[in-house]
């Protein structure tokens, strides 16, 4: 191979993770534009002690058994940023979106409904909106990711499906009654730019 060649797959190879850092960087932005950096412990809130978007119930299933409500409270915006990377955008499978719109919707849904819920109304969208018939599990793996990257569809209507999950499932609902306001201006962010 000549040198040539070597640099334009190094360039290549650079460009594409930029890409892929930014529409990180950009979700996170985005995540914060809603989670805030102030630590609340609101009693009507189920995942209990909260800081840029982690609840001390999340961080325990996610990061560590052992957190306490100080774990929460000291935490630093850059801590947040590098947990939510590597423990929701890569784990999650937002990273592997082609669309930045949605993988940062995706991405954001996950963090508030957990990341099966989200994944389940993605695959039944491609379903429904692109004809498809892919299992609706919440994994999206391989063959999910691949019928999501190729239906162009998406990103306009997953705020209107995440909408009639939160109002219509049991099992959100709850939260819904009282977190409906912040909940939707995090569905709608895009629909209302």
Known sequence: MNIVNRLIIIILAFSLTNAQASSYDDAFDVLMKY???IYHDNPKDPGGPT???WTLKSYRQTVSRNATKETIRSMTKDEARILYKKYWWVKYSASKIKSKKLAI???IAQINMGPYRPNRVLQEMVNDICDNNIRMDGI????SLKYINRCARLANGYPYYLHLTYKNDPEVSAVWKWAKKGLRHRIFHFVDL
């Open 105 to 107: 919707q995706l991405f």
């Open 140 to 143: 999206l793996g391989s063959n």
């Open 35 to 37: 989670e805030g950096i």
């Open 51 to 53: 800081k840029f978007g």
